[in-house]
Nanobody, 115 residues
C-alpha cells in the first residue's frame, strides 16, 4: 500500500511559478513510476508529466518547456516545477504511483492561475 500526499498548490498570477510536491509512504518508492495528472472543471483527467523508476520523463505537449518533473528517492518525493503558468493550467493536480498491478492516487491539490 502506498499513500500519496500532494502539496504546493495555490493561487498564482499568469507568468508565475509553483512547485508541487508529492510525498509517498508505505512502500519502496524508488520502484514506482510516478506521474502528475490534472483535471479542470468539466474536463477529463489528463497526464501532465511522468517519470519512470529509472528517471526517464515525458510531458504533455501543452507543458513542454514550462514544467519539469523530478524525483528524490531518498525523500520518497516527486516534484513538479511549473513555470510560466497560464490560466489554462488551472486545475486540480493529482499524483499517481504505478508498479505492475499496483496503482495509487493522491487526493489532489488545487492550482489556480489568474489572468
Amino acid at each position: 500500500q502506498v499513500q500519496l500526499v500532494e502539496s504546493g498548490g495555490g493561487l498564482v498570477q499568469a507568468g508565475g511559478s509553483l512547485r508541487l510536491s508529492c510525498a509517498a509512504s508505505g512502500s519502496i518508492f524508488s520502484i514506482y513510476a510516478m506521474g502528475w495528472y490534472r483535471q479542470a472543471p468539466g474536463k477529463h483527467r489528463e497526464l501532465v508529466a511522468a517519470i519512470t523508476s529509472g528517471g526517464s520523463t515525458n510531458y504533455a505537449d501543452s507543458v513542454k518547456g514550462r514544467f519539469t518533473i523530478s524525483r528524490d528517492n531518498a525523500k520518497n518525493t516527486v516534484y513538479l516545477q511549473m513555470n510560466s503558468l497560464k490560466p489554462e493550467d488551472t486545475a486540480v493536480y493529482y499524483c499517481r504511483a504505478r508498479w505492475g498491478k499496483f496503482d495509487y492516487w493522491g487526493q489532489g491539490t488545487q492550482v489556480t492561475v489568474s489572468s
